[in-house]
């Protein structure tokens, strides 16, 4: 990514300005900078947060699929749980590589809308919904002991 | 593992699975105003010298050659003049004079693209508000200057601001009809404040 900041920026910006319309661009500089720059910072952004999470959420996969392999006791929820937690975990961090592509084509209210739904509502909504059944499942244990 | 050490490891695990953010934008200044605060603030530690090279070699120097033509005359020269000669107050005026014309010149290109009846409200009222956010910008970096050497315009130019941003962020249903007339007042406001302080006007 480092690498090709320079290459990244200069493609997006000159995607951006071949839709001036998408970004509400209105041809006078001193107006136009200051959205390409905001959209451009938000599509590095988008590259930096996907690496973020994607480095993140492998360790999250791995700290609750533990949890669950160990404490779980049923197999049809633990088998569930886990499946749900590394699906959900590794799908998730591509919604912010899926945004930063969609933002020179789509700008960034749109390109967030689009990830949100594609990506990250059914990606981050199934760790979330695997993270409470572990954590209904953690309370009973406790509970019962 | 215990559930209860379990537990606990899930909940430092889903902290970070929870949190869905896309990041902060914090405007940055541009060439301009970044050239202009270097050199203001030259000025102000007396470092004349710095002050000049900054000039000559920066943005708003060219920004500056590039308007001469809407900009009143000996602008540039006047200022270079008032860098070599040390005076710090006929620099800050002519620094102040030139964002002057710059906010009133798209406070005059935004009234005409508001007055393009062929775009949606919706998009006349994005232009407005872009438009506005530029004005600030550039007027927001003199606007002590201007309050210093003339306060009515100063209070004039934020009024009229304030009430041109009421129609496009406030307002329950924005309306860029009405935006117009602010941004001809700031025009209005501004030219006069640029005509009184440098009176001599470049003859055609």
């Known amino acids: 990514m480092v690498r090709f900041k320079l290459e990244l920026t200069r493609w997006a910006r000159n995607a951006m300005l071949a839709r001036p319309a998408v970004h509400g661009l209105v041809g006078v500089r001193d107006v136009d900078e200051r959205v390409l720059d905001e959209a451009l910072v938000k599509f590095d952004a988008g ?11 492998g360790l999250v996969i ?16 633990r088998r569930s749980i886990i499946a ?6 590794a799908g ?5 590589l899926l945004w930063s592509g969609l933002i020179p084509y789509h700008g960034l209210e749109r390109g967030k809308t689009i990830a ?30 | 593992m215990s559930p209860l050490a379990a537990l606990g490891l899930f909940l430092v695990a889903a902290t970070p699975a929870l949190a869905h953010h896309v990041g902060a934008y914090v405007p940055k200044d541009n060439a301009i105003t970044a050239n202009f605060k270097q050199i203001k603030f030259s000025v102000q530690a007396g470092k004349f010298d710095v002050a000049h090279r900054l000039f000559e070699t920066g943005a708003l120097r060219t920004d500056m050659s590039a308007r001469a033509a809407s900009l009143p005359p000996r ?20 620094l ?8 009133r010149d798209l406070a005059l290109e935004a009234e005409r693209r508001l007055a393009d009846l062929t775009l949606s409200r919706d998009a006349r009222t994005a232009i407005g508000q872009r438009f506005l956010e530029a004005i600030w910008r550039y007027y927001n970096l003199v606007d002590f200057a201007v309050a210093q050497r003339d306060d009515k315009t100063s209070v004039a130019v934020r009024l009229a601001f304030d009430e041109a941003e009421g129609y496009v962020k406030s307002s329950p249903i924005p309306n860029p009809d009405k935006l117009r007339e602010p941004l001809r007042r700031i025009a209005q406001v501004l030219s006069a404040l640029i005509d009184s302080s440098l009176p001599a006007r470049r003859s055609s």
């Open chain 1, 47 to 57: 590259l930096r947060l996907f690496h973020l999470h994607a480095e993140g959420m």
């Open chain 1, 84 to 89: 749900l937690l590394t699906v959900g975990g």
């Open chain 1, 62 to 77: 791995l700290a609750t699929t533990t949890v669950a392999a160990t404490l779980a006791s049923s197999p049809a929820p």
């Open chain 1, 116 to 145: 949100e739904w594609l990506v990250w509502i059914p990606f981050g909504g199934a760790t979330i919904v695997a993270l409470w059944w572990l954590a209904g499942l953690l309370v009973l244990r406790l509970c019962r002991h």
């Open chain 2, 75 to 94: 602008l540039e020269a006047g200022l270079r003049d008032a860098l070599q000669s040390r005076d710090g107050g006929e620099v800050e005026r002519r």
């Open chain 1, 92 to 96: 998730y961090p591509l919604g912010y």
């Open chain 2, 96 to 103: 102040m004079v030139f964002f002057a014309a710059l906010a």
